[in-house]
């Protein structure tokens, strides 16, 4: 099948996209193999990534599936290992992995429902780049792009997501200072927040979803191939340019003016 490659040096273009066997992972998986990428979507559950390879219908690109827990640094560090020894290289992660607590009051939640939040959304998205890092620095052409999915909590909550919320204000630190980090590099770092794709983390919210002021309101959602192709734009810059923050809505969604 037909892939990406590099104009100057004719090698295939291979990007990693973490939890990229669900929801927005999936759309923007699909969207890159579409685009010509070798895709490497990783997940704690094979059976689910090797549905998502399974239902890829483009006629360009590839798509590969590797099992990998991104919250624990053995398999993260096995996980970019394989990579490694089956490409040569790394052009692209997307750091999209990522899970929820329960929409309860803070005082409700427990330390090991904070903590899940916590490894699989930052710490992860940390060990991820920092494996990246070590790749795209030693890498020939050298240099590579790290997509990370902020959300739009990375600026503005939602009622009882102190969780969620705190992560991606963490994410959003995490993609200036590896943009910063990786200028001497060539690896550029952005981050795309997303507001209300539909996936199942969101089919609560199309039904009906806490406001700020203390109402429930159903709130509009978008098709998460939206976003995959988005990412694709993002991914498809020379590496002296850089996209640092995208933000794509559901046009009328409670976020602009929100709480």
Partial sequence: MPTVDDQATGQTKVA????????????????????????VIAGRRAEVLEAAVAAYRGASGALEAISADIADPVSVSTLF???????????????????????????????EQWNTVVSANLTGA????????????????????????GSVS?????????????????????????ALDGRRFDIACG???????ASDMTTAISAGALQADG?????????????????????????????????????????VGRG
């Fill in 16 to 39: 990693l996209v973490t939890g990229g066997g669900t929801g927005v992972g999936r759309a923007i998986s699909h969207a890159l193999a579409a685009a010509g990428w070798t895709v």
């Fill in 81 to 111: 290992s394989s990579i490694e020894n089956r490409f040569k290289r790394l052009d692209l992660l997307v750091n999209n992995a990522g899970s929820l607590a329960p929409p309860v009051p803070m005082e409700e939640l427990s330390f």
């Fill in 126 to 149: 940390f060990l991820c780049t920092q494996q990246a890092f070590r790749i795209m620095k030693a890498q020939s052409p050298r240099g590579g792009r790290i997509i990370n999915n």
């Fill in 154 to 178: 990375a600026t503005t909550p939602r009622p009882n997501s102190a969780p969620y919320t705190a992560t991606k204000h963490g994410i959003l630190g995490l993609t200036k200072s590896t």
């Fill in 191 to 197: 981050q795309i927040d997303i507001g209300n794709a």
């Fill in 215 to 255: 109402s429930t309101a159903a709130e509009p959602t978008i098709d998460p191939a939206l976003v995959g192709q988005a990412v694709v734009n993002m991914a498809a810059l020379p590496l002296e340019a850089n996209v640092l923050t995208m933000t794509i809505i559901a046009t009328k969604m409670p976020f």
